[in-house]
């Protein structure tokens, strides 16, 4: 390609020159391909997103706005990014990674992926649990999976607990979507850390003798079911349970917030790390600490129908309208740790 331009621009020069030309041609280039897309830019920052375009375009542009710092971004799902990240290595433009559930995030981090941030400011506005210890990622709104039942067919004294829902009186009445996402494999690995690995599978074995149905593909198909009443109550996140009752505001069903006398409700996180080897880290901690605050944490929440991380700010009227809860506070961290160990659990106990 260069080569051609160069004879196009030097029609009548020798061999030789052109050849010189053109080497010399190819090494400025090059080295200006470095500059430009491995060197800082104080007013430029990369983000790779498993969010979508549209959960993440308004901070973005409110943070431009505030600061004159560029954002550009890619998304894809977290596993392709992981995968580019990982082969990008060293060369990586990408300064930030956001994705949903700690699970990934922890994942992230395991493979060096994500380097520590310490900024007063993110510990001021991310409570602890919703932060990796290492200070390697940071969740930015909450997700909390809770308990979804027809009100036609569950009387509100029947539910207490996610455990209970391992008791015999649920037989035939429970769906589940599949323990292959992740959402289900941090819940089980939180209830490994809270009641050891037996008590847990013991939990997940009564679950799986109370199906109803096979697990399902996704959150919204099990509302769909528990709606239809081929089941009576099914764990989700709330911000699905929010989408569905959006345009459809008649259906039965309703929210009931679990172990409000002990561990609490379970949530998880869509969060960010700042890359390893990423070059404008300056700008992407700025951008990381603004996701954090006051003015982008209902922008964060809200367009997914998610719970501010930070707890000074308040949810959207729609989601608030479900209640406060008591979250557990145990550390995400263990989603991360303990994600191998839920999964061989949940397949020892026939959770498919
Ligand atoms: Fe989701």
Known sequence: MININLRTFLPGSRVMLRSNLSYSFV?????FSLFVTNTAHADQ????SARIEQLIKPMF??????TGIKVKYTTDNEGALLARLQAEGKNTPADMLITADAGNLWAAAQAGLLKPVKSEILESNIPAHLRDPANEWFGLSIRARTLIYNTRKVKLSELSTYEDLADPKWKNRLCLRTSKKVYNQSLVAMMIAEHGEAEAEKIVRGWVANLATDPLSDDTRALEFVAA???DVTLVNTYY???LMKKEPDLPLAVFWPNQNNSGVHVNISGAGITRYGRNEQAAVKLLEFLSSDKAQNLFADVNMEYPANPRIEADAFVAAWGSFKQNPMNLVRAGELQTTAVKLMDRAGYR
């Open 27 to 31: 090494t400025v280039f090059c080295i």
């Open 229 to 231: 009443g081929k089941c």
């Open 241 to 243: 349970f929010g989408r």
């Open 61 to 66: 542009d409110a943070f431009t706005q505030e």
């Open 45 to 48: 920052v990369v983000v790779y």
